[in-house]
C-alpha cells in the first residue's frame, strides 16, 4: 500500500493551469495512481487513472514519469467550479483497503 | 450500468440513540464494499471494508459496526450514538480498472 504525499492547499486563478503534484516513493510494480476531486458534502469522484507516461481525458492530463515515484495531476484553464480538495491514490489491487490521504485543497480565485 | 445508492441524506439522533446507515450497489456482484466517514473540514477515514458477505474488516476501534447480510448491502451501525460520532458517512465500492465509486453520502448529527 503506497503511501502518498501532496501538498496541503493551492491558490490559483480562474484560466490558468493547474499542476498538483503526488509523491508515492514506494509504489509497487502494479499499483496504478488514481486521483479523486471532492466537493464539500459529496462524495469523492473519479478524476483520471494512469500507470505510466501521460494520460488524457476530457477532465485532466496525469503525468507520470519513468520511475513512477510521482504523479503529476494537471488540471487546464480552471475555473471556480474547480475549487475541491483533490485527492491522490496509489493502491488499485482488488483486495486493498483504500487509504486516503489529506488531499490538496485547490482554492481558484476569480 | 453500475450505481450505488446511500440513504438518509441527512439525519440528526440524540445521544445514546442508534443507528442503521445502509448502502446497496447495483449492476454489479461481488463488489469490495467501504464506509468512511469524514470530519468537518478533514480527509477521509476508513471505518470498514468488507471484501464479501459477512466479511468486515474494522480499520479503527469504536462504537461503530458494519454488516454485510448481502452481496450488494453494506450496513453502518451503532447501539448508542456518541457526539463524536457526528460527520459525513461515506459509502464506496470498487469499479474494476476505474478505480472507486461513491455514494452521495449521510451527513450525521448527533445532539
Known amino acids: 500500500l503506497a503511501k502518498t504525499t501532496q501538498p496541503i492547499s493551492m491558490d490559483s486563478y480562474e484560466g490558468q493551469e493547474v499542476n498538483i503534484t503526488c509523491s508515492h516513493n514506494?509504489?509497487?510494480?502494479?499499483?496504478?495512481i488514481t486521483w479523486y476531486q471532492q466537493f464539500p458534502s459529496q462524495g469523492p469522484r473519479f478524476i483520471i487513472q494512469?500507470?505510466?507516461t501521460k494520460v488524457t481525458n476530457e477532465v485532466a492530463s496525469l503525468f507520470i514519469p519513468a520511475d513512477r515515484k510521482s504523479s503529476t495531476l494537471s488540471l487546464p484553464r480552471v475555473s471556480l467550479s474547480d475549487t475541491a480538495v483533490y485527492y491522490c491514490?496509489?493502491?488499485?489491487?482488488?483486495?486493498?483497503?483504500?487509504?486516503f490521504g489529506k488531499g490538496t485543497r485547490l482554492h481558484i480565485l476569480p | 450500468s453500475q450505481t450505488i445508492h446511500q440513504w438518509p441524506a441527512t439525519l440528526v439522533q440524540p445521544v445514546g440513540s442508534p443507528l442503521s446507515l445502509e448502502c446497496t450497489v447495483e449492476g454489479t456482484s461481488n463488489p469490495n464494499l467501504y464506509w468512511y466517514r469524514q470530519a468537518a473540514g478533514r480527509g477521509l477515514q476508513l471505518l470498514f471494508y468488507?471484501?464479501?458477505?459477512?466479511?468486515i474488516s474494522s480499520e479503527v476501534p469504536q462504537n461503530l459496526s458494519a454488516s454485510r447480510p448481502q452481496d450488494r448491502q453494506f450496513i453502518l451501525s451503532s447501539k448508542k450514538l456518541l457526539l463524536s460520532d457526528s460527520g459525513f458517512y461515506l459509502c464506496?465500492?470498487?469499479?474494476?480498472?476505474?478505480?472507486?465509486?461513491f455514494g452521495s453520502g449521510t451527513r450525521l448529527t448527533v445532539v
Open positions: 514506494n509504489i509497487a510494480t502494479n499499483d496504478y
Open positions: 491514490l496509489a493502491p488499485m489491487n482488488r483486495d486493498d483497503k483504500i487509504i
Open positions: 468488507s471484501v464479501g458477505i459477512g466479511q
Open positions: 464506496a465500492w470498487r469499479q474494476d480498472n476505474y478505480g472507486y465509486t
Open positions: 494512469g500507470y505510466k
